[in-house]
């Protein structure tokens, strides 16, 4: 066919600036121009990129096959429209694909290390329990391991069951003090059930029994308090240095210290009381007496004293061992504390250090000489005198009769000790002037 001028079809179609045409296909594929990209997406990685990609599938792309393009001119705006798409697409991609992209990302990221951290976890709990031995890992003890990993055990203990309903409580009571047996109770006088309450409590010493005993234990504690107070008005009249002091300053408390001890047994099995210058505690040479059956004891002295007043009283029996041994033969000393030793000084001096040998030590102590003709007492650590009471003397009305003549006796060998560690100023003055008299008459 020769050329001629247009079909009636051509003349139909009209010319369409590329311009116009490319915007148009850009609104029909709605892909975003790269004048409304934003600074991040013009600044990031991809854009900047020399590596080709393969742009994303278009949700318009389907298995049909293409339309053929009804004229010239569209094909060729579309030619050039899926030149410029693939440009922009490797150059700038989409914004809010972008964004989902990065946020499935970071939420990727973030599952991942989740999940290490659980798997850290894991191994660290299997390290923890290794074949169903307690393992110390990281400074902690697995103590539980070996129970929670065996079958069949389980961690609780079941409970006393009964068909209360909701709201019901149970109650127990617990048993009442023991009965007076039809001997009144009396101030400063130790009641027989106090004597009973300590046998008992050497036969079940545990807590689970004192806690079901508890009244027995007030009654009983509250009859010695009775009795100590009574008493310390008669300690003073007997040593004026003794003060007025309440019984909880007085006494012992029945439980034991069991932290460096193989006795695992929580209580003592006695009262017990003291009475110095000041209370149960201090420097001063002091008075003691405990009440348990078959067992009572009283005395005093100095029990297990500080270095300072250790050296202080070997000094003292360095220089005037005769003051010690003359308190040592009085007689009621001798009959009541000493054995009821005969009036000889080697073998009063011999019964005293029988009574503090426990500890006292075996060669010469430092800075004195063995062939020291005191030096059976200059090894002693501890300087008291004390003898066990039966029951007879201490219970019953004469009971304290009889524990305040045996703290009378005692006297004069307290008022030594304490003139010796813990001497007062008069004191000091009086022996200053009674050396210096015999110093003259030694020089005269």
């Given amino acids: 066919m020769p050329r001629g001028r247009p079909t009636s079809a051509s003349k139909t179609t009209t010319s369409i600036p590329p311009k116009r045409a490319l915007s148009a296909s850009l609104d029909s594929g709605n892909l975003t121009p790269p004048a409304r990209q934003s600074k991040r997406l013009k600044s990031s990685p991809l854009a900047t990129s020399t590596i080709k990609t393969t742009p994303k599938k278009s949700q318009y792309f389907t298995d049909s096959p293409p339309s053929e393009p009804e004229s010239e001119i569209e094909a060729e705006a579309s030619g050039y429209e899926d030149e410029d798409a693939s440009v922009s697409a490797v150059s700038s991609p989409p914004e809010p694909e972008d964004e989902e992209d990065e946020d ?20 660290n709990a299997k390290k923890a329990v290794t074949n169903g031995k ?34 019901e409580e149970v109650f127990i009571k617990l048993p009442k003090a023991r009965g007076d047996g039809g001997v009144k109770y009396k101030e400063g006088i130790i009641h027989p059930n106090t004597m009973l309450f ?4 050497k036969a079940n010493n545990d807590r689970e029994w004192l806690k079901m005993h508890d009244a027995d234990y007030r009654q009983s504690k509250k009859d010695f308090d009775s009795f100590v107070e009574k008493m310390t008005d008669r300690m003073t009249e007997i040593d004026e240095t003794i003060p007025e002091l309440p019984p909880k300053d007085l006494t012992f408390r029945i439980y034991r210290d069991i932290r460096f001890s193989s006795d695992p047994t929580p209580y003592k099995t006695h009262f017990s009381v003291a009475w110095s210058r000041t209370g149960r505690k201090g420097p001063y040479a002091g008075y003691y007496l405990q009440i348990k059956p078959s067992g009572s004891f009283i005395g005093g002295g100095l029990w297990c004293p500080e270095a300072a007043p250790l050296a202080a009283m070997r000094r003292d029996i360095d220089r005037k061992s005769h003051k010690l041994k003359s308190v040592l033969l009085e007689p009621a000393m001798r009959k009541e504390f000493l054995g009821g030793t005969s009036k000889d000084e080697k073998k009063a001096v011999q019964a005293f250090v029988e009574q503090n040998k426990e500890n006292a030590l075996k060669t010469k102590p430092k800075g004195y000489d063995a062939e020291n003709p005191n030096i059976s007492l200059l090894r002693l650590r501890n300087y008291t005198a004390g003898r066990k009471l039966s029951d007879e003397e201490v219970l019953g009305p004469k009971g304290p009769e009889r524990i305040a003549a045996l703290m009378a006796v005692l006297k004069p060998f307290i008022t030594y000790l304490n003139s010796v560690v813990m001497p007062d100023e008069l004191g000091e003055e009086s022996e200053t002037d009674s050396d210096g008299s015999n110093s003259e008459e030694e020089a005269a």
């Fill in 198 to 201: 300590l046998g008992d409590l």
């Fill in 104 to 123: 499935d990302h970071a939420s990727s990221e973030e599952e991942d290390r989740k999940s290490k951290r659980k798997a850290k976890k894991g191994q």
């Fill in 134 to 167: 307690s393992v110390v890992e990281d400074g902690v003890v697995a103590a539980t391991a070996k129970a929670i990993i065996q079958k069949g055990q389980e961690l609780w203990r079941p409970g006393v069951k009964s068909d209360l309903a909701p709201g």
